[in-house]
C-alpha cells in the first residue's frame, strides 16, 4: 500500500492532529501503521541521539518502541543549515531518510510520513517536504486551516510544490473550522478542488479544548519556578485573569483560569475569588494554577488556599504584565503531558474524515 506524506500549508493548522487521527484509523481497520518524521526541528535529546518531539509524542500515543534513526532520521537543529551550506558533501541526510523508509516499509502494511512547517522548509537542505515525499515515493495528504479564499489561495500555491514532483495527491483535509460555516466550506472548497480531481477527504471543526496550554506550558513559557502543588502541572487554562482586573461578573461562567497577581496585591485578589465561590455557591476554585510575580512571602492564608484546593503555584521574575503578555503568545502543541488531546484528535478525524475513500485513494 502506497506511504502516506501529511504536509502542511502552515505551521499550526493541524498537522500533528491529522496524523494521530490517521494513524489510529489506519490501526482500527487492521493495518499495521508505521511512522516517521522524516525531518524535525524541535527535538529531545534522548541517549546520544536527538528525537524530534512529534516522534516523541507518537511513540507514547500509539505504542510503539522509539528508535531514533528509524522515527526521527534527520534533525535540522540550531546551526544545521549554515554547516551544511558550508560543506553539503559531509552530510548524509538522504541516506538516512532512505533507510529509515526501507526498514518502515519492510515492517508495516502502510507508512505514514508527517512533514514539517509549510511545504518548502527543508529546502535549504536539499530537503523540502516535496523532495522527501518524492523520495520517500509517497502520496500526499494536505492540511490547510479553514476559510474559503484565503484557505483556495494557500492550497493552489502549495500544492504546486508537490504537482511539480508528480507526487499523487490522497486528498485535503480542512482543519479549525466554525461549526455553524462547515457547510460553506465544504461547499466552496469541494467545488475548487474538483476542478482539479482532488478529493476533499474532510473538514474537522474548530475545537477550543485542543488550543488550551497547560500549566506546564505556561512555566517554561515565563520561566517560572513551581513553589506549589508541581504535580498538578497538567491542569488546562481556558482563560488568563491579572489580579488587580478580577471581575465578578465574567468568572461566574468560567472554570480553568489562570491568576497572574503581584504578591501584594494577591490576598485582595483572593478574596474576590472566594466571594466567586459563595456567589455560585461552590467550595471549588476557578483556579488552574496561579503565577506570582514580584518580592516577598506567601502568607499562612494564602498557603492553605494553595494547598486545600491544589493549585499549583509559579514566581516568576517578571511583572505581571510581561508575564500575561508571554502567555498569550504561547503557541500550543499537543505533547505527551495532553494525552487528552491525542484522544480529542483521535475522536476528531475519525468523525469527519472519510478513511474509505482515502483507502481506496491509497491502493490506485
Not at 494521530?20 to 516517521?36: H, M, N, V
Not at 500509539?62 to 559531509?90: C, R, W
Not at 503581584?262 to 474576590?272: F, H, V, Y
Request: include cysteine; glycine fraction near 6%; charged fraction near 25%.
Amino acid at each position: 500500500m502506497k506511504p502516506i506524506y501529511v504536509a502542511a500549508t502552515s505551521q499550526h493548522v493541524g498537522k500533528t492532529t491529522s496524523t494521530l487521527g490517521l494513524l489510529a484509523s489506519l490501526q482500527s481497520r487492521g493495518l499495521k501503521t508505521g511512522y516517521c518524521k522524516p525531518v524535525g526541528q524541535q527535538f529531545i535529546d534522548v541517549g546520544q541521539r536527538r528525537v524530534d518531539k512529534d516522534a516523541i509524542l507518537f511513540a507514547s500515543a500509539m505504542g510503539f518502541e522509539l528508535i531514533p534513526e528509524i522515527h526521527s532520521p534527520v534533525i535540522l537543529g540550531k546551526g544545521a543549515t549554515t554547516a551544511y551550506l558550508d560543506n553539503p558533501d559531509q552530510f548524509n541526510y538522504e541516506t538516512r531518510i532512505l533507510k529509515a523508509c526501507k526498514i518502515l516499509k519492510a515492517n508495516h502494511d502502510v507508512v505514514v510520513f508527517e512533514g514539517t512547517g509549510h511545504p518548502g522548509v527543508g529546502t535549504v537542505v536539499g530537503l523540502s517536504n516535496a523532495k522527501v515525499a518524492q523520495m520517500v515515493n509517497s502520496g500526499l495528504i494536505m492540511v490547510v486551516e479553514a476559510g474559503i479564499g484565503n484557505t483556495i489561495d494557500l492550497l493552489e500555491l502549495n500544492l504546486a510544490l508537490f504537482k511539480q514532483r508528480n507526487i499523487p495527491i490522497l486528498g485535503v483535509i480542512v482543519n479549525k473550522a466554525l461549526v455553524n460555516k462547515m457547510d460553506k466550506v465544504e461547499h466552496y472548497i469541494s467545488q475548487r478542488l474538483g476542478e482539479e480531481n482532488i478529493d476533499l477527504l474532510g473538514i474537522l471543526p474548530f475545537e477550543e479544548e485542543l488550543g488550551l496550554p497547560v500549566m506546564h506550558t505556561i512555566a517554561k513559557a515565563v520561566n517560572a519556578k513551581v513553589v506549589y502543588n508541581e504535580d498538578q502541572l497538567d491542569n488546562k487554562v481556558r482563560d488568563t485573569i491579572a489580579g488587580s482586573l478580577i471581575d465578578l461578573r465574567e468568572l461566574r461562567n468560567f472554570n480553568n483560569q489562570l491568576l497572574v497577581v503581584s504578591i501584594p496585591r494577591l490576598d485582595e485578589a483572593m478574596k474576590k475569588l472566594e466571594k466567586v465561590s459563595r456567589l455560585i455557591d461552590t467550595h471549588e476554585s476557578p483556579l488552574s494554577g496561579i503565577i506570582v510575580t514580584g518580592q516577598g512571602e506567601f502568607k499562612e492564608n494564602q498557603i492553605a488556599y494553595f494547598e486545600q484546593h491544589k493549585i499549583p503555584v509559579l514566581r516568576a521574575m517578571i511583572d505581571t504584565y510581561e508575564a500575561v503578555i508571554k502567555i498569550s503568545r504561547i503557541e500550543v502543541k499537543i505533547n505527551t503531558r495532553t494525552q487528552w488531546k491525542v484522544q480529542k484528535a483521535i475522536e476528531l478525524f475519525q468523525q469527519h474524515v472519510n478513511l474509505d475513500l482515502l483507502l481506496e485513494k491509497m491502493k490506485n
